[in-house]
Structures are given as C-alpha cells and as structure tokens.
C-alpha cells in the first residue's frame, strides 16, 4: 500500500461524482402560515468519508505535524484563507504541505459551511490529491 492511497483512493470518485445534494423545501406553499423552509445542501457520503479519512492520515501519521497546518502554510509562503489556498502551486510541493492544504481545507469547513465544497467544485481537492499520488508514485 502506498502511503497516502487512504486519501488518493478518492481521485477517481472526485472526478466522476457531484458533491453535494440541494433540499428544497416542497411541502408547504410558501404561505405566512406555512412559510417555505430555507433550502440547504448535504454533502454526499463520498464528502465525509473523504473528511474522516484526512483526519484519519493525520492521526496516523503524527510526524507531519498537520495540527499546524496553518503554521505549515504560512511557512510555504500560503495563506490560511480560501484565494492563497486556491492559488497554491502544488506541482512541485512536499507532502507535508499538500497535506497542510487538505487539512485546512477541512478544518476551513468547520468554520465557514461551504468552504470544502468550493475546494471540491474548483478542483483544488482534486489536484492536491493528485500531487499526493505523484509523490507516491515518483518520490
């Protein structure tokens, strides 16, 4: 096994699935008495499971001391913020910040709904876990 297929195992299914799944409220008419309800998104399974797995590597794997991934970042010359996340050049980065990238990206969820979803849709998860597979396969 190599050491990051528990998150590289997701490239093909990030590249083939949608995300996330929109609740819209059909039951009431949108009335004063029965109001519509606030449409919300569920992420997928494939989300979570991803989610858990990050945090998974993380406690597994304690030398790559992720619980600084912001610390991590900065020191790679990127922000903890979703624009220099994004905007990161990963083609020639380390594992431990492609892995800082993944874990910010999850704890970045935690603090704003939506964000890991964004990562996901502008295929910045994708091209982390990508590198991580280059360097897997390549060293």
């Known amino acids: 096994m190599r050491k990051y297929e528990i998150l590289t195992k997701y490239i093909p299914i990030i590249r083939q699935d949608t995300f ?3 609740h819209v409220d059909t039951k009431n008419e949108g009335t004063e008495e029965h109001p519509y309800g606030v449409p919300y998104v569920e ?3 494939i989300v979570r499971n991803l989610e858990r797995d ?3 590597f993380d406690e597994n794997n304690m030398d790559y001391n992720l ?3 912001g610390e991590i970042l900065k020191r790679n010359g990127i922000e903890w913020g979703m624009k220099s996340m994004e905007m990161a050049e990963v083609d020639k980065m380390d594992a431990q910040t492609v892995l800082a990238l993944l874990m910010g990206a999850v704890r970045a969820e935690r603090f704003c709904d ?3 979803l ?3 849709e502008q295929g910045n998860l994708l091209k982390w876990l990508e590198r991580l597979q280059d360097i897997d396969e390549n060293g």
């Open 20 to 22: 996330r799944e929109w």
């Open 54 to 56: 990050i945090y998974a």
């Open 43 to 45: 992420y997928r399974k």
């Open 114 to 116: 939506g964000a890991l």
């Open 67 to 69: 619980k600084n991934y």
């Open 118 to 120: 964004r990562f996901l």
